[in-house]
């Protein structure tokens, strides 16, 4: 079982910056690929970014590729997502997840976090 906690959500001014922060515990995070989704309210989880275990392999959705970036630091358990430029349509809860391989589709990862509200101000 891995525990997923993310944290480093709020409210900020459209073109602001926000960086989330998802912390893991139980198995050793570093055995998965992780990522981060999104959920609007009224609209499906999408996929946002997602990192392999080394780090070595990224991906990103269009809407975001240029202004997001994933990292992960597996010495401590902790994947990143850096927000930069954001804007009112980045407004979602997001949610960290953790899977057997780095890939942008839901069903592939098996641990999910609660999620963390992230509100851009137009």
């Known amino acids: 079982q891995v525990q997923l906690v993310e944290s480093g959500g709020g409210l900020v001014q459209a073109g602001g910056s926000l960086r989330l922060s998802c912390a893991a515990s139980g198995r050793t995070s570093s055995n998965y690929a992780m990522g981060w989704f999104r959920q609007a309210p009224g609209k499906e989880r999408e996929f946002v970014a997602a990192?392999?275990?080394?780090?070595?392999?990224?991906y990103y959705a269009d809407s975001v590729k240029g202004r997001f970036t994933i990292s992960r630091d597996n010495a401590k358990n902790t994947v990143y997502l850096q927000m930069n430029s954001l804007k009112a349509e980045d407004t979602a809860v997001y949610v960290c997840a953790a899977g057997r391989l780095v890939a942008t589709i839901l069903r592939v990862y098996d641990y999910w976090g609660q999620g963390t509200q992230v509100t851009v101000s137009s």
């Open positions: 990192i392999s275990r080394s780090g070595s392999t990224t």
